[in-house]
DNA sequence: CTACAGTCTACTGTTAACAATCCAATCAAC
DNA sequence: GTTGATTGGATTGTTAACAGTAGACTGTAG
């Protein structure tokens, strides 16, 4: 039993393997916009590029398709997922189930040191000046704040389900172009709520909040996806 | 989980490929018990076995620690997974998220077509012999329902995080020995009530009927296992 | 007996060559 | 002009050999 005092401060090293630095760098290569949506992934191109064989490729795209931000057909190859308003349909509907579930086990089982990476980051919000934020920074506390909470729910088959979604929303994110100041505000007001809520364990007010929080994501989701490509209706 | 025989009309003939094979071999090799729960998974082994080299073998070990099935880690292999209450606990909390969902979808998108599998289930279930209905057979009918439920919401994301749960489903549906006249009778009654409801287009009586279905399903399961393993409580 | 260093083996991670498949271009037949 | 077969190049699926790591095993010292 006194095997080993201390447990939790030294995990075991999570070792990296190539393919991880190539899905590393190829989701990069995606959020970023350098490989455009419909683009064909061709393994020996990457292979040579990232100087790896085809076999970390080849894994390194499988995840990305569980991730969602690939299409991969049998003896056709992998294609940069599109996304269309059916997309945005499917992937919010299941985010709000995921979501739901996530604060109602956050208040249940999450501690002070789980919540206070979100703590963390509404400040380091707070501390960016207004002028120096940008979309794609916005986005990233965004997705860091949702995956904190999910982190906090304990739950890690949870936690599974919202990675296979996480990049896609990162998408979504990135898509406006504009950083309205009213944005701003409420994204901050709107998650410092979230937070109060679950910190005091009241299930049923952080399941309407959350609900409230992803409906209105959606609702300016869709609206802008109307406005800018009302072509592809999915 | 018996497949489809019939194909989908004017679609691309799936194009199997070895690594469909090995995880299928793998899969049934696993929830027949062939492989017990915390064995190791050797690729070398696998591949003579199998006559098939290593690099099908791994990519069908990563399908199957995506459904949840085996469980690797970096350098050291891939083990056959144990499940324990946590992980049960875990694995209907998510499943009745995903559920509530499905047959919300359901009501709302599903064409007679998509519903006419489930009652074939059900015809098939009634057709069969008590005598020589097995635990198995049971199984295989109730995660072939919820499956065709899970296709009549039209959600591809979410029907790919249903998959993830489904093996794992299974594997505790085959584990209680008994088969008492009166769970045949009632598992009867209660899938025909939720198709029933389904089928009505009433949301909120389809999203109850489906919360008592699991949360009834877990509580057999959390009996079940406290009965049979009351020690790892994990 | 316990603790620790060095070796050894079994296994996974990676590579590069080989085989099978798709797809577009070409051309013949109707 | 459209349909259907053919062929060649590009690309994926598969294999087998090579490289690196983790864990067991020995032996030694305290």
Redesign the pocket.
Known sequence: MSKSPITPPLQRRE?R???DDVADSLREAILSGRFKRGE?????ELAESLN?????I?QAIFRLQQEGLVVHE?????TVAQISLHDASEIYSLRKALEKLAVEQACRNATEADLAPLDAILLLFQSIPRASMTRRRVAELDIDFHDALFRAAHHGRLYRAWEALRSQIFVFLLLRDGLPEDYLTSWYQAHARLLAIVRSQDVPAAITCIEEHIEAAYGRLKEHLLETEPAQAG
Chains 1, 2 share one sequence.
């Open positions: 070792r393997v190539l393919t064909r992934l061709i393994e020996d790896v064989s085809r076999g970390p080849r049998t003896h056709r190859g992998a």
